[in-house]
């Protein structure tokens, strides 16, 4: 796996015209042509990148992405790369923080947000033995929804930025959820696991 970061000055951003996040959606797709067949597309094959916008500052606007190849050149800013060793995704316990889209089935079906930040925390840690790991601590940090165009389609996104602290319990679920992500939204920035390795004891 390829862990990078696209850097893009304002210059940039203007001439690419990235005002939302499917213009964002948009910039990082255009450097991972797709490479699966209309019936991988259909059963949901992952696309075989992940993102998570970082935001910006006065000089630039960052967006990490991790991917199963390497990205084309781009036309606008920087990319920046490295391969992630085997071993980096061998240790007990890491330090993660994540965008995830908080949704669930309501009683005929739909999906609805959870907006609570107290139930979003209950969601995501009621989930994550099914990815893998467990949290040993759990902070939501924002809360936010997003709103765009795709196509002649509105588009609204709830969005939930969690950190905490993990411990691997299934290392094959685990590694499967770093690679391919977490939850829905995948294609508008949620799901890519942000992991530090650390030490803990006692748990």
């Known amino acids: 796996m390829i862990a990078g970061v696209l850097e893009l000055s304002w210059r940039d951003i203007r001439e690419l015209r990235v005002t939302d996040p499917y213009s964002v959606h948009r910039v990082i797709y255009s450097l991972f042509p797709d490479e699966r067949t209309p019936e991988q597309k259909n059963a949901h094959q992952p696309a075989g990148f992940l993102y998570a916008d970082k935001g910006g500052d006065k000089v630039s606007r960052r967006i990490l992405f991790l991917s199963n190849r390497e990205p084309l050149e781009p036309a606008y800013g920087t990319v920046r790369t490295r391969c992630i060793p085997d071993k980096f995704l061998q240790h007990d316990a890491y330090a993660f923080e994540v965008v995830v889209n908080p949704t669930r089935r309501s009683v005929n079906g739909n999906l609805v ?91």
């Open 113 to 203: 947000p959870i907006k609570q930040r107290e139930d979003i925390r209950t969601w995501f840690e009621s989930r994550t033995a099914s990815w893998g790991f467990r949290c040993l601590q759990t902070e939501v940090l924002e809360v936010n929804v997003q709103q765009f165009r795709k196509g002649e389609h509105r588009v609204t996104l709830e969005q939930a930025v969690l950190k905490g602290v993990m411990k691997v319990t299934q290392r094959d679920l685990f590694i499967k959820s770093f690679e391919t992500g977490i939850g829905r939204g995948k294609a508008f920035g949620c799901g890519l696991l942000q992991i530090v390795p650390i030490q803990v004891s006692g748990n």
